[in-house]
């Protein structure tokens, strides 16, 4: 019941602000929209579980990407609004419906593969021996949901993981190169 | 209505990632429809965690860690163009971001 | 019922305005350490030796007018000082006051990841004040200030893994047992450490010499010069609450959290009788009162030294210690 609460509550504003995101006059309140977006998204994961998960949410994508968008926009402060230029050939409408085209389908998807709405039972099924919820022990509030996703991500996804740190490596040195008048 | 499903959470990052499509297709501020491809990644986020919860697999939240790092890396990069592209044309609406070389 | 949600939310209350109210007489210890320092007195009018000054100031501020200037974004710039003073306050729900569940809110398992993501929220606050002014010196200031916070962040994060190494728990009540257990304090085990905390810490709440987002010559007052009142004090209140949290977590992660000082030697264990929350608390004020005797000594830092210590010095140093930490680790 609480949990039902829950959902209801956050899954309405998740996607009022997600609507006010795009649908906001100023970048910089669409910003403030996003934050406040990607901070309930985070409870959603606690909810689920996924605490680690959810502080790097809030870590990275609120504390940090976030930050860097508001700067840009800041930065780009416009002479004149963004929004007034439409190509002739641009047709919004179309947009909009092709975006509920592919949401009907994502839809469809979900209901059909997921039985008609029944939850599928399926303890452990996918993989679950490489990767399995172990038991901890009686630790604080939550479960060592932490000390698992770190043993894994150092096991059995160390190369994705080392991949993963090169490319943030490059993406450095490219967004230098990019932004720098002079090099 | 009452039982929380996983099927919810996949309606929910649906119509999430509905609405990041449409703002990348409607929105001619380029800096916003970045933010809504960052919504989109969320939606897909969401996504993995209940399944992950689900399943009792912690792999959906390997890859969402992992989608955390590509999100940070595009948005560096992507905000790297946007300020480079700004400073030469004055301008982030994407509809006069038409010609290859300037 | 009684345990999951009374008495949280009586503790959350508690903790709350006790917050408020140390934030307050922090205002007050650092004009008279100031003073003193200056060879002055200080406030002396109001009450004994000026102690009611502190009650006096709150007074004075939400008495003033409150002014939003006439092009500022209304909302944005109402919503700026909420934004920075509330995660300042977050981060108490997880700082153990003592080593029994009665004296914190709540002991999470990731908490200290938790402490520094919903620091990292406060940039919001100063950058979206200087933005909403809608003038220019505190839209550079914000933008100085947020530049700085977050440089400082990474360096500070960093320092701070070296520490989890070392302990193997994120969960700041584990990270103090981490310390009794060992019998040494991590202070002396992480020295460097510590200075990079502490120095990250001073420049994460804008505190002299890192002050440069405040500096009144150059700024006219910093992010929030078009701030007046009420708002303007919970943008003060955000600041000293900060520095509470900087020293909270320079004593819980260096200095023992609510331990006595040195917990394993016998012939210290009169220092046992005091209740481990008067330790905390008492180490916390040492603390600021170095905070507040360091803005009495050092002068300002110029902006593109700032951001060279903090960049090309600390970070290097950080990721040093990181390593050099790891190898001893693994090789011991």
Known sequence: MAEAIVFWTLAVLILGLGIMVISARSAVHSVLFLVVNFLLVAVLYVMLNAEFVAVIQVLVYAGGIVVLYLFVVMLVSLKKAPERYADPRRVAWTGTLLAGAVLLEVVAIVVASSGGGEPAATEGALGAADTPFAECGAGPLVSCNTEQLGWVLYTSYLIPFEVASMLLLVAMIGAIVLAKRHL | MLEITPLHYSLLSAALFMIGVIGVLVRRNVIIIFMSIELILNAVNINLIALSDQ???????????????????????????????????????????????? | ????????????????????????????MERKVIAWAQSRLGPMRVGPYGILQAIADPIKLILKEDITPARA?????????????????????????????????????VGLLFVISVTSIGVYGIILGGWASNSKYPLLASLRASAQLISYEIAVTMTLVSVILTTGTLSLVGIVEAQREGGLWFAFVQPVALMLVFIGGLAETNRAPFDLPEAETELTGGFHTEYSGMRFSLFFLAEYANMIVISAVVVIMFFGGWLAPFPNVPALSFLGLVPAWIWFIGKIFLFLYVFIWIRATLPRYRYDQLMGLGWKVLIPIAIGNLVVTGILKVAL
Do not use: C, H
């Open chain 2, 55 to 102: 399943l009792q697999d912690l792999a959906g939240q390997v890859f969402v860690v992992f989608v955390i790092a590509v999100a940070a890396a595009e948005a560096a990069v992507g905000l790297g163009i946007i300020i480079a592209f700004y400073r030469n044309k004055e301008t982030v609406n994407i509809d006069e971001i038409q010609i290859m070389r300037w």
């Open chain 3, 1 to 28: 019922m009684m345990d999951t949600v009374v008495v949280p939310l009586l503790k959350i209350a508690v903790l709350l305005n006790a917050v408020l109210v140390a934030v307050t007489f922090l205002v007050l």
């Open chain 3, 73 to 109: 974004d209304k909302y944005v710039f109402t919503l700026a000082p909420i934004m920075s003073l509330v995660p300042a306050l977050v981060v108490f729900s997880v700082v153990p006051f003592g080593p029994d569940p009665f004296y914190y809110v709540s002991d999470i398992n």
